[in-house]
C-alpha cells in the first residue's frame, strides 16, 4: 500500500513518534528504524517522520534522549550475564509474538510520556507563574523609585524655598537694624529766638 503525505501531525501521533525513537535508541537500534517502523503505523514516509522528529520533536526530548542513551550503554554492559542464547527458531517466534510485546510497551511508554509531557507543563505553568509575579514585582519597585525621585524633587525644591526664606528674612532684619540707628543717630536741634540753631543733647 502506497504511503500518502499527511502534513497535519497530531499529539498523539508526535507522542508515538517520541516514544519510538527513545525506544530504538534505548534498544541500541537507529533512528532510521524508529522512523520506519512509525512510518508503517502512521501510513507516512521514512522521511517525514525523520523530519518531524528532527524539526519538532527532538529539542523537546533532549533530557530523554541521553537518558535513552545511558540505558543504552547500561544495557550494553550488562549484555553478557543478560544474553540469551540464538536458537534457530528464534526468528519464527520473535516475528509472530512481537507485534503484541510492542503494542504493550507502546502503551505503557506513553502513558510515562504522557506523565513526563503533563510534569513538563506544570513546570512550565508555574515558571510562568514566577516570571509573571517577579514582573509585578519589578513594576512595583520602578513605581517606588519614581515616587521616591519626585519626592526627593519637592523635598529640594522645599529646602531652597526655606533658604530663599530665611535670607530674606535675615535681610528684613538688618534692614530694620540700620534705620533704627539711623534714627537714634539722628541729630535734633532747636532754633534759638535769635534764629540760632541749639543742638540738643538726646
Given at each position: 500500500?502506497?504511503k ?46 525523520g ?7 527532538r529539542?523537546?526530548?533532549e533530557?530523554a534522549?541521553?537518558l ?13 550475564s ?9 526468528p ?14 507502546t502503551v505503557t511508554?506513553?502513558s510515562?510520556?504522557?506523565?513526563y509531557?503533563e ?21 512595583e ?5 519614581q515616587?521616591?525621585?519626585k ?6 525644591s ?5 533658604q ?11 534692614m ?12 535734633f ?14
Amino acid at each position: 500500500m502506497p504511503k500518502v503525505r499527511q502534513d497535519a501531525w497530531s499529539h498523539e501521533d508526535d507522542l508515538l513518534l517520541a516514544e519510538t525513537v527513545l525506544r530504538h535508541i534505548r534498544e541500541g537500534s537507529t533512528q532510521l528504524k524508529a522512523f520506519d517502523e512509525v512510518g508503517d503505523v502512521l501510513n507516512r514516509t521514512s522521511a517525514a517522520c525523520g523530519f518531524r522528529w528532527n524539526a519538532e520533536i527532538r529539542q523537546k526530548y533532549e533530557q530523554a534522549v541521553e537518558l535513552a542513551k545511558k540505558q543504552r550503554k547500561e544495557k550494553k554492559r550488562n549484555e553478557a550475564s543478560f544474553a540469551q542464547p540464538v536458537m534457530t527458531a528464534q526468528p519464527k517466534v520473535t516475528k509472530s509474538s512481537a507485534p503484541p510485546k510492542k503494542r504493550q510497551e507502546t502503551v505503557t511508554n506513553l502513558s510515562q510520556v504522557i506523565s513526563y509531557l503533563e510534569t513538563l507543563q506544570d513546570n512550565d505553568h508555574k515558571q510562568t507563574t514566577l516570571n509573571e509575579e517577579l514582573q509585578k514585582l519589578e513594576e512595583e519597585n520602578q513605581t517606588l523609585i519614581q515616587t521616591n525621585q519626585k519626592l526627593q524633587s519637592q523635598l529640594d525644591s522645599l529646602k531652597e524655598d526655606y533658604q530663599a526664606f530665611i535670607s530674606i528674612m535675615d535681610r528684613a532684619r538688618k534692614m530694620t537694624m540700620f534705620e533704627e540707628q539711623e534714627i537714634v543717630n539722628k541729630p535734633f536741634f532747636r532754633m534759638e529766638k535769635n534764629g540760632n540753631l541749639e543742638h540738643l543733647a538726646k
